[in-house]
């Protein structure tokens, strides 16, 4: 089973317009600010698909563009307007920022009520104690496809290779709240192979082109693959060795078209949420 995450985000992306509509008709129009520092292509990329998705479901966006060489403390004072702004909502802050930037201290400064990239310290701990709060928007996305998929989660073992913040953490979490049996595994992880070949559940998020081979994978077991590479020849690639792995799985996502857009559908979710909090 290829688990198609274009066609998933599409149906979730109209379930958030027709919300998006309803809190309008409130006089609630939902919005985003989005904040861009320096020139990383990529990042570019990654806002104009965000900027656009806003368009299509009625949430208003916001796009603050800033050089290279901005200050830190520029930065920090847009992020203090955004949170006293009462039509904003959401603030995202696009990642990786300058070098010379504190990313930590600018994603501490947004207001956790507005953090729909669910970044905050405050909603990090949230999820730890399972309390209502944003949830990092892949972490989510990913849970959304293996729902979507079918596949169980509750006793089965679950294998996250990669232990970022952003991704690995959050996610190891969530499953844990699905009664999942959780491994982490990074890059300094022993047998990695083998470790891999007992997930029920393995998602892969390191950044490392076909790092997962079909060797390391258990037959039917369920791949999510977060990873996006551009390979020299200017061709996407996953974390995982898509064209074998995919012989052996049982249900698998592809790179392009699955893991990325849930994110983009999840981020606009976490926007009308915390607009209709805001109307509350």
């Known amino acids: ?39 990383d292509p990529a990042s570019r990329v990654y806002v104009r698909n965000k900027v656009r998705a806003c368009e299509e479901t009625g949430v208003r966006s916001w796009l603050f563009e800033y050089a290279a060489s901005a200050t830190q403390q520029e930065i920090l004072g847009r992020i203090a307007a955004l949170n006293a702004d009462r039509a904003v909502h959401g603030i995202l802050v696009q990642l990786p920022l300058p070098k010379h930037i504190d990313a930590t201290r600018v994603l501490e400064t947004i207001s956790p009520a507005k953090d729909v990239d669910g970044f905050h310290a405050e909603n990090l701990g949230a999820l730890v104690a399972g309390r209502p709060g944003f949830v990092p928007c892949t972490p989510a996305g990913v849970m959304r496809l293996i729902e979507h998929a079918g596949v169980p989660l509750a006793g089965r073992h679950a294998v ?12 190891a979490l969530l499953l844990l709240q699905r009664d999942a049996t959780v491994t ?35 037959p039917g077991a369920c791949v999510i693959d977060v990873g996006v590479n551009r390979l020299p020849d200017g061709s996407l690639a996953g974390d995982v060795d898509f064209a074998h792995a995919s012989k052996v799985a049982g249900a698998i996502t592809p790179v392009p078209g699955g893991v990325g857009p849930m994110t983009i559908a999840m981020l606009l979710e976490n926007c009308v949420a915390a607009a209709a909090r805001a109307a509350q």
Do not use: F, W, Y
Not at 7 to 35: C, F, M, Q, T
């Open 1 to 39: 089973m290829i688990i198609d995450g274009k066609a998933l985000a599409g149906s979730i992306r109209g379930d958030i317009a027709r919300k998006a509509a309803r809190l309008a008709e409130r006089g609630v129009r939902p919005g985003l600010a989005v904040i861009l520092a320096g020139e």
């Open 160 to 171: 996250v290779v990669g232990r970022s913040n952003i991704v690995g953490k959050p996610l």
């Open 184 to 218: 982490v595994c990074h890059s300094k992880t022993a047998n990695l192979a083998a470790l891999a070949r007992q997930a029920d559940v393995l998602v892969a998020a390191v950044g490392r082109p076909r790092l997962v081979t079909a060797e390391m994978v258990k």
